[in-house]
Structures are given as structure tokens and as C-alpha cells.
């Protein structure tokens, strides 16, 4: 079973599925944290960068709170522009210093957390992403892009986790059903949540791939909790 799902994942990466849409384009890894040991977020802190902006940048204790807002959004813009330029360690830096005048915007928290994980940085794009999900508790991509870090990394329990905290919020996000089916698949798990997941991904899912994977898993699913009532009719 092992070896099936990990050949059927292994074909949905090749054929650029399994993106989950965090982000398709992966820059090298400059500066890189780790996730195991680490112990606090720590903003590219080793990683100096010239952090060039428009927006004119004062100590956030001398601005007033309108002030401090709309310095955040100027930054968080030019550390858009800078991302879609490839310069990551630069826009990574402009996110940084946009959150220390307003650490309260989810989305300038979701897109610095997108930077990071470009950079490779995984254990501070988690934390950005817990920090968005904090400002936002109504969107669910902050914890479907954890859940899909942590999936990455083999950590299926944790994905597993994230999923279902995204879903909590929106039961039919599509990425994060398609990111619990498949945590589910590869550790194993057959139950009637997971037929329930399956289900509501076929209502929402327009992929060809991922429905028929979907069609597959879902035979796969209801045969064996058909195998396993069986088996607890006869040992009762």
C-alpha cells in the first residue's frame, strides 16, 4: 500500500500537481532555517539584504497608529513588486520591516510567509503563516500552506492537523481537501471522514488528475470500511 501511494504521488508531482498552490516556482535556498530546533521566529536575521523601498521608513514609536498602518501597506507593496521581480531576499526583508509597523495584516503575513518558503526558510514561513491565520481566523489558506509545508517534509501527522484546521473553516478549500485526501492515503487512514473529504472534492475538483484520482481512492475507501464492518459483524 505504502509503495502504490507513494508511486501515485510521485506521478502528480511530475505532472505539477502536488504544487497545492502555495507557490509553483522555487528560488535557491540562500538562507535557510531549520525546522527541527528551532525555537523562535527570526526574520532572515543572518541574511542582510540592502532592503531598498520608496516608502520613507521612521521608528514605529514616533508614528501614529494611521501612520504606522499605511507605512506597513506602502512597504508590504514594494516588497510585492520586489517578489515578482525574483528578489526575494529583498522582498523578504521589505515583509519584515512592513510587520514591524503593523503586524496585524493577514495578508502581508500570508505573502511574507509565501517569500520565506520560496527562500527555503520553512521554519519561519510556518510562523508567518500562524501569524496570518491569527489576523485572519476566517481564511483557510494560512493553514492549508502549513499543512502542504509540513506534507512536503514527510511531517503527516502535523499536515494532516493543518488540513483539518483549514477545512474547520472552509470545508470545501479545495487544496486542503486535496492535501487531506492524500496525507490520509499516504499514512493509511481509511475512514468515513475521509469518504466524506473525498465526496466534496469531486464536487469542487475540475482537475482530470486529481478526479480520477479521487474516483480511485474513493473505491479503495469504501471497499475496505465495507471489508472492516464485515469483519467487526462476524467478530461480534
Same mark, same amino acid.
Given at each position: 500500500?505504502?509503495?502504490?501511494?507513494?508511486?501515485?504521488?510521485?506521478?502528480?508531482?511530475?505532472?505539477?500537481?502536488?504544487?497545492?498552490?502555495?507557490?509553483?516556482?522555487?528560488?535557491?535556498?540562500?538562507?535557510?532555517?531549520?525546522?527541527?530546533?528551532?525555537?523562535?521566529?527570526?526574520?532572515?536575521?543572518?541574511?542582510?539584504?540592502?532592503?531598498?523601498?520608496?516608502?520613507?521608513?521612521?521608528?514605529?514609536? !514616533?508614528?501614529?497608529?494611521?501612520?504606522? *498602518?499605511?507605512? #506597513?501597506?506602502?512597504? +508590504? =507593496?514594494?516588497?510585492? &513588486?520586489?517578489?515578482?521581480?525574483?528578489?526575494?531576499?529583498?522582498?523578504?526583508?521589505?515583509?519584515?520591516?512592513?510587520?514591524?509597523?503593523?503586524?496585524?495584516?493577514?495578508?502581508?503575513?500570508?505573502?511574507?510567509?509565501?517569500?520565506?518558503?520560496?527562500?527555503?526558510?520553512?521554519?519561519?514561513?510556518?510562523?508567518?503563516?500562524?501569524?496570518?491565520?491569527?489576523?485572519?481566523?476566517?481564511?483557510?489558506?494560512?493553514?492549508?500552506?502549513?499543512?502542504?509545508?509540513?506534507?512536503?517534509?514527510?511531517?503527516?501527522?502535523?499536515?494532516?492537523?493543518?488540513?483539518?484546521?483549514?477545512?474547520?473553516? !472552509?470545508?470545501?478549500?479545495?487544496?486542503? *481537501?486535496?492535501? #487531506?485526501?492524500?496525507? +490520509? =492515503?499516504?499514512?493509511? &487512514?481509511?475512514?468515513?471522514?475521509?469518504?466524506?473529504?473525498?465526496?466534496?472534492?469531486?464536487?469542487?475538483?475540475?482537475?482530470?488528475?486529481?478526479?480520477?484520482?479521487?474516483?480511485?481512492?474513493?473505491?479503495?475507501?469504501?471497499?475496505?470500511?465495507?471489508?472492516?464492518?464485515?469483519?467487526?459483524?462476524?467478530?461480534?
Amino acid at each position: 500500500m505504502a509503495r502504490k501511494v507513494a508511486s501515485e504521488v510521485t506521478r502528480m508531482q511530475r505532472s505539477g500537481l502536488l504544487t497545492n498552490g502555495i507557490l509553483g516556482r522555487r528560488a535557491r535556498a540562500v538562507c535557510v532555517a531549520t525546522l527541527v530546533g528551532a525555537a523562535a521566529f527570526v526574520p532572515l536575521s543572518g541574511c542582510a539584504t540592502d532592503g531598498r523601498s520608496d516608502a520613507q521608513t521612521e521608528a514605529p514609536e !514616533t508614528l501614529s497608529p494611521a501612520e504606522r *498602518l499605511a507605512l #506597513a501597506w506602502r512597504l +508590504a =507593496d514594494d516588497a510585492e &513588486r520586489e517578489r515578482e521581480r525574483g528578489r526575494l531576499l529583498e522582498a523578504a526583508d521589505l515583509y519584515r520591516r512592513s510587520v514591524s509597523y503593523s503586524g496585524t495584516i493577514a495578508a502581508v503575513w500570508n505573502n511574507y510567509g509565501k517569500t520565506l518558503y520560496e527562500l527555503g526558510d520553512l521554519y519561519n514561513a510556518v510562523e508567518a503563516f500562524k501569524r496570518a491565520a491569527e489576523s485572519e481566523p476566517t481564511d483557510p489558506r494560512p493553514f492549508e500552506h502549513i499543512g502542504h509545508i509540513y506534507y512536503e517534509i514527510g511531517w503527516d501527522e502535523p499536515a494532516l492537523d493543518y488540513y483539518e484546521k483549514s477545512l474547520s473553516i !472552509t470545508p470545501t478549500h479545495l487544496r486542503s *481537501l486535496r492535501g #487531506a485526501v492524500l496525507t +490520509a =492515503d499516504r499514512i493509511g &487512514r481509511v475512514a468515513d471522514v475521509d469518504l466524506e473529504r473525498i465526496r466534496l472534492a469531486l464536487l469542487v475538483e475540475r482537475d482530470d488528475a486529481y478526479r480520477s484520482y479521487f474516483n480511485r481512492r474513493q473505491s479503495q475507501v469504501k471497499e475496505r470500511l465495507k471489508e472492516e464492518r464485515a469483519f467487526k459483524n462476524r467478530s461480534g
